[in-house]
C-alpha cells in the first residue's frame, strides 16, 4: 500500500491549503475498522494525530484545529483530504498521511510527509 501525500507549502498567517492523500488501494469498501488520518510533527515535537475519518465516515479532530480544518474523502479516487483554513504559525509542520485497521487483521501505512510553513 502507498499513500502519495501532496498539497504542502508555504502560506500567510489566515490563508488556506488543501493536503490530498492518494491511496494506492481502493478505499470504497472501508468500514468502521478502517480510519485514514492526518498526522503531523514540529521539529521537536512529537507526532500529532490531527484528523481522521473510518470508512463510515465518523470524523475526528484534534483540539487545536477545530473549526478550521476539514477531512473530507473522495472514495472513487482513493483520496483524503485535508483543507486547512485561518492557519496559524503553530500549524508549521511535516504532514503525514495514514491508513489503519484496528481488530482483525490490523494493519498501518504511512505516506511521505509534505511540509506546510505557515509564516506570521
Known amino acids: 500500500v502507498q499513500l502519495q501525500a501532496s498539497g504542502g507549502g508555504l502560506v500567510q498567517a489566515g490563508g488556506s491549503l488543501r493536503l490530498s492523500c492518494a491511496a494506492s488501494?481502493?478505499?470504497?469498501?472501508?468500514?468502521?475498522?478502517?480510519?485514514m488520518g492526518w498526522y503531523r510533527q514540529a521539529p521537536g515535537k512529537q507526532r500529532e494525530l490531527v484528523a481522521s475519518?473510518?470508512?463510515?465516515?465518523?470524523?475526528s479532530y484534534v483540539d487545536s484545529v477545530k473549526g478550521r480544518f476539514t477531512i473530507s474523502r473522495d472514495n472513487a479516487k482513493n483520496t483524503v483530504y485535508l483543507q486547512m483554513d485561518s492557519l496559524k504559525p503553530e500549524d508549521t509542520a511535516v504532514y503525514y498521511c495514514?491508513?489503519?485497521?484496528?481488530?482483525?487483521?490490523?494493519?498501518?501505512?504511512w505516506g511521505q510527509g509534505t511540509q506546510v510553513t505557515v509564516s506570521s
Open positions: 475519518i473510518t470508512g463510515n465516515g465518523i470524523i
Open positions: 488501494v481502493s478505499i470504497s469498501s472501508d468500514n468502521v475498522l478502517n480510519v
Open positions: 495514514n491508513r489503519r485497521r484496528v481488530g482483525v487483521r490490523s494493519y498501518n501505512y
